[in-house]
């Protein structure tokens, strides 16, 4: 059976490619595609691979809870999509919600969907998924692996593409500021600082950058162990945790904004430990669209759902 979605915030970035990802398989369709502004356009007029007769509406709560659906992803701003699941709760609560915002990742009743690092078997057969954050992906990605080795905070350097600010217009995607520039922003307390600090169980520091491309990530970790260490115990650890894992590249080098961007999964490398052994580096380069926000989203849904879980990601 095709899994019915719905999909609310269509025409956004993230929404882009959640549309052409799962036009990519066989076993899921979105059913329904939400935007207030592109209302009545076919969604073909922004993603070629959806269904021809597919068109944008403007779905509320009560249409997307009314709907014939078996999932709903909530591809909206931070802090809307409280109405949306409000009425699902009330009138559909089996449906599984896939939320990209960061309104429940603190939220003991949603499932924090990483599976690289917090594994599948908390998300199997969850309904309530919240996606986690595209830094705080490329940084937990960097960080699990030695989390126990750390003594105080990890340090995650992020710089980002324009497009993580979103589609509405704020300085953070104003091209023209970008230009020529590099933008530091929320240098205490950013979102994800705090989302990588409570998953992780030990503290983290974040500060976020914004730069003139338009889609990609790195995160450049540093930390300081507690006791000496190898170079290779560390890599080892690395291989340990992702070498089998599908969308996860390990390289020897280091990796660039260019290796993640546009790549479905994430790329780890660039790992470094001080001659004295007390310090460590990793870097996590992924594409913010797609391993940090759609390409997770689909894994997650497709893990709850019990369908394989890199259908068209690979
Ligand atoms: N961009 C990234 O790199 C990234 C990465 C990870 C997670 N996320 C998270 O994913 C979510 C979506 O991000 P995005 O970059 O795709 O945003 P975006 O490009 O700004 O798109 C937002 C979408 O939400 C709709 N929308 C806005 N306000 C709404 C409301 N009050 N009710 C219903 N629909 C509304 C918009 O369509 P209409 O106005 O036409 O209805 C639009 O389709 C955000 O929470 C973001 O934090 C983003």
Request: glycine share 12%; net charge negative.
């Amino acid at each position: 059976m095709t899994v019915r979605i719905g999909l609310v915030g269509a025409r956004g970035h993230t929404g882009r490619h959640l549309l052409r990802l799962i036009a990519g398989r066989s076993d899921m369709q979105v059913v329904c595609a939400g935007s207030r502004e592109f209302a009545g356009q076919p969604v073909t007029s922004l993603a070629p691979e959806a269904e021809p007769e597919l068109m944008f509406e403007a779905l509320t709560p009560d249409d997307v809870a009314g709907r014939t659906l078996d999932a709903v992803i909530l591809a909206l701003p931070n802090g809307a999509a409280a109405p949306y699941v409000a009425a699902i709760e009330a009138q559909a609560p089996g449906m599984v919600i896939v939320d990209l915002s960061a309104d429940y990742r603190f939220d003991e009743n949603w499932v924090y969907g990483l599976p690289e690092i917090y594994g599948r078997g908390r998300i199997t057969h969850a309904r309530r998924i919240a996606n986690p954050g595209c830094y705080a992906t490329a940084g937990q990605l960097a960080v699990a692996p030695v989390r126990d080795l750390i003594a105080g905070a990890a340090h995650v350097f992020g710089v980002s593409g324009y497009s993580g600010a979103g589609t509405t217009p704020s300085r953070k995607n104003d091209t023209e500021a970008l230009s020529g520039n590099l933008m530091p922003y929320a240098l205490t307390g950013h979102l994800h600082e705090g989302e990588m600090t409570r998953h992780l169980g030990i503290p983290v520091a974040f500060t976020p950058h914004v730069a003139a491309f338009f889609q990609g990530l790195t995160a450049t970790v540093q930390f300081e162990f507690s006791g000496p260490q190898s170079l290779e115990a560390i890599t080892e650890r690395y291989h340990t945790a992702y070498g089998d894992e599908p969308l996860v590249r390990l390289t020897d080098t280091i990796p660039e904004i260019r290796d993640g961007a546009h790549f479905n999964g994430a790329v780890l490398g660039g790992f470094a430990v001080s001659k004295e052994g007390l310090r460590g580096v990793a870097v996590c380069a992924l594409d913010n669209l797609l391993k940090g926000a759609a390409v997770q989203a689909v894994q997650n849904l497709a893990i709850a759902l019990g369908r394989p879980e890199f259908d068209g990601l690979t």
